[in-house]
């Protein structure tokens, strides 16, 4: 005898009556709240891999996986790259003669970077280049803008965007076989050209248009495409052999068969195709990088020139942000943790070796509170480069990293540089080869702005992207929606819809319990030991920001596209977890060094406070006092508690840049000084000669004794004697700024200012 209601039954017609009663309703209201997206958005957001940002925005993240990740490990070969062609590379460097005298790499570096494979580390051994690692690749970058910021840009692009990226990801197998090679030797030098005239970052506003044509050549009809386009701010373009560009494909003639409009497309353009023009320059900044403009008239090239062949015609915008998923975490962030490193390790010595009313100005306060910034930043930006590298090295495409990176990487070099010129004061402001931070300072405006500016990035990709890429759900709700099978999305909406109420009752429970205990009991891996408050805090962080975008998310919804100051704030609190998740990520892999506590509590009490005040930003802002109220009741029912750094972890933090030691030579590391009369040489040697005038003065104030008595009373030897006096001529050299003939200059400048 069989029961019409066994459990299987009752759990099926269950399912049927939420999914009528419930989920159908739902799913209305959602597809009416849902953000509409252009094609353009939709392969951006769907660009590259989600990764640790997920657990960040999960609310709950797994921090076993992050401890057990490998950072930092070289192979063999990439460390006897960086020890020996590196090294040698790094001497032959003279900024000043670059910038200022050549306007370009003098001629035997651009022959030692194509013969040492130094425009070919991402492309594989076997097509002759290097095959190296992401870390790798980082790691050249990052010591290389310690010499030059040209010569580090140079190495940079064919290693990021493009083309050699985008043919190892896309080219067919004979494009692959034939271009990397070339790419490989220096035989062809390439460019990729993106950004037109009009349409800056906003690819579905190009302009730059192809069309579907046939010609005769040789007494054959040749199917291709005409180009034309006008280009701006292309790297390598005055000296590119080999351009990538990016249009919108046309086939008004219905060559292909298909649609007219076929959408943005990729081609591979020797750049002595006629018709096409790259020789002229822009200088950006005043720095000497070869970046020019790209232009053409109805320039033909046959369709196998179409990067991926044709089975990617219309592909190109998805193509170029899954490739720069990868390349903006690795290439703007090396520079920027060299100059950061660059700052702390000047900015150190210099604030030791120069003295003011008798004292060193690292005794200042005043002094000692950027120096602290600039030493914490340095800190922070290498911890998550390493972190990053890791991620794309182990598969990832982290598009929403990617541009936490480059956005706030970028960001904090343009504090750090800014607060070391304030420390030199005059010594920066004055040009010439004794100035070692005047290029990095030129350079701001370039890492702000280049691939993808700050605004755009923090106001709309960050957080735009990562709500819903990093969602554990909502893509599905999304996909659901839009499914054209009407009962297979309500199925699969349905599903995902009560997964998601329930991981909001979790997180909106841990929330309001974990501000009641101000995250004392929040989730720490076993084994944290000392570490495990800062686990919790960050845990407590990520469930407050789980909870706060799903408040923005629900109540706002296709609004939440308009509201840009909003989307910064939530992935500026993304982006501090992030940032600060990689630091106590370096802290552990590197062993927890004691003398580097003080950096570690630096950046843990500023990036804490940092997400406080975006989170009462986001609550004072936020549409509706009724909301306003139920997100302090969720996120902080007994306030706010967090305070600015402490004068004390500021001055410990200050003070690990003001003394050699490991602290400072780990996060310097890698940064290249030179020899003989090399500007960081002598600034080095003046700054250890003070270090040791220093500790033989003590001996002198012990004993009570002048110097001038002191080799007679046995205190000090002859030879420590000449060291104390010999101090003074070394820092003496380390403060010098250049001067210059003035009518040498009227004669660089190209005019006589006195005629």
Not at 50 to 71: C, F, H, K, N
Not at 502 to 530: K, Y
Not at 552 to 569: H, M, P, Q
Request: charge should be negative; aromatic fraction near 6%.
């Amino acid at each position: 005898m069989s029961f019409p209601w066994t459990p299987d039954k009752w759990s099926v017609r269950m399912a049927q009556w939420r999914r009528n009663l419930i989920s159908k309703f739902l799913m209305r209201w959602y597809a009416g709240v849902m953000p509409e997206m252009s094609d353009t958005e939709a392969e951006a957001i769907e660009a590259g891999t989600v990764w640790w940002d997920a657990q960040i925005m999960s609310g709950r993240p797994d921090w076993a996986y992050l401890r057990a990740l490998e950072t930092g490990k070289l192979t063999q070969a990439e460390q006897a790259f960086i020890d020996g062609p590196l090294q040698e590379l790094c001497a032959l460097l003279d900024d000043w003669q670059i910038e200022s005298e050549l306007h370009d790499l003098p001629r035997p570096v651009w022959d030692m970077m194509i013969r040492e494979g130094l425009l070919a580390m991402i492309i594989p051994t076997e097509y002759g280049g290097k095959g190296f690692s992401a870390l790798a690749h980082s790691e050249v970058v990052r010591t290389i803008a310690t010499r030059s910021i040209t010569a580090a840009v140079t190495v940079m692009v064919p290693n990021s965007l493009g083309p050699g990226e985008l043919l190892m990801l896309y080219g067919t197998d004979e494009q692959k076989a034939h271009y990397l090679p070339r790419l490989a030797s220096g035989e062809d030098i390439p460019c990729f050209a993106l950004t037109g005239i009009e349409a800056g970052s906003d690819a579905g506003a190009m302009t730059d248009v192809g069309v579907v044509v046939e010609r005769e050549i040789d007494g054959e009809r040749v199917l291709g495409i005409e180009i034309t386009c006008d280009k701006r701010y292309i790297t390598l373009a005055p000296v590119a052999t080999i351009a990538g560009l990016a249009f919108r494909l046309r086939d008004p003639e219905g060559l292909l068969g298909g649609e007219e409009e076929l959408g943005i497309t990729v081609a591979l353009v020797p750049t002595d195709t006629p018709g096409l023009d790259t020789g002229r320059r822009h200088i950006p900044s005043g720095l000497a990088f070869q970046n020019g403009p790209v232009r053409g008239e109805n320039v033909f090239v046959p369709m196998d020139h179409v990067l991926g062949g044709r089975d990617h015609i219309g592909k190109g915008w998805r193509m170029l942000t899954g490739a720069l998923a990868a390349g903006r975490g690795i290439s703007l962030p090396s520079m920027s943790c060299a100059a950061a490193a660059l700052s702390a390790l000047s900015c150190g010595a210099y604030a030791r070796v120069r003295e003011q009313f008798g004292l060193s100005i690292g005794n200042f306060e005043g002094v000692r509170e950027p120096l602290a910034r600039i030493a914490a930043s340095a800190y922070l930006i290498d911890a998550a480069r390493k972190l990053t590298a890791a991620g794309i090295d182990a598969g990832e495409k982290p598009a929403v990293v990617s541009a936490i990176m480059k956005c706030h990487a970028t960001e904090r070099l343009r504090q750090a540089v800014n607060d070391a010129m304030d420390i030199h004061g005059g010594k920066l402001v004055m040009e010439g080869p004794r100035n070692y931070l005047a290029t990095a300072y030129n350079s701001l405006p370039v890492a702000i702005t280049v691939e993808g500016a700050n605004i755009l990035t923090r106001s709309l990709i960050i957080f735009g992207q990562g709500a819903i890429r990093c969602h554990p759900y909502l893509l599905d709700e999304m996909e659901a929606v839009r499914n054209p099978d009407r009962e297979e999305g309500l199925k699969a909406f349905d599903h995902a819809v009560f997964a998601h109420i329930w991981h909001d009752i979790r997180n909106f429970t841990r929330s309001f319990v974990h501000g009641l205990t101000f995250g004392r009991f929040a989730h720490a891996p076993e084994g944290a030991g000392a570490l495990a408050p800062y686990y919790r805090q960050l845990t407590h962080a990520s469930v407050r920001l789980a909870v706060i975008s799903e408040m923005a998310l629900g109540v706002l919804g296709g609004a939440l596209k308009r509201k840009e100051a909003l989307s910064g704030r939530l992935g500026d609190i993304l982006s501090e977890i992030y940032l600060l998740s990689a630091v106590l990520k370096r802290f552990e892999a590197e062993g927890r060094q004691a003398a580097d506590k003080p950096l570690l509590d630096y950046c843990f009490e500023d990036g804490l406070y940092r997400v406080q005040q975006r989170l009462r930003e986001v609550i004072r802002h936020f549409p509706g006092l009724h909301w306003r109220i139920l997100l302090s009741l969720f996120l902080c029912p007994l306030g706010q508690h967090r305070q600015p750094v402490s004068d004390a972890v500021m001055n410990a933090a200050a003070q690990c840049m003001l003394e050699p030691g490991g602290a400072r030579d780990r996060l310097t590391r890698g940064v290249y000084i030179g020899e003989g009369d090399d500007p960081l040489a002598v600034l080095e040697r003046a700054f250890a000669a003070i270090i040791r005038r220093d500790e033989l003065l003590k001996k002198l104030k012990g004993a009570k004794t002048e110097l001038d008595e002191a080799v007679s009373k046995g205190v000090l030897s002859s030879s420590e004697l000449n060291e104390i006096r010999g101090t003074e001529a070394l820092i003496r050299e380390a403060l010098l700024t250049d001067d210059f003939d003035a009518q040498a200059v009227a004669a660089a400048s190209g005019a006589d200012r006195r005629a």
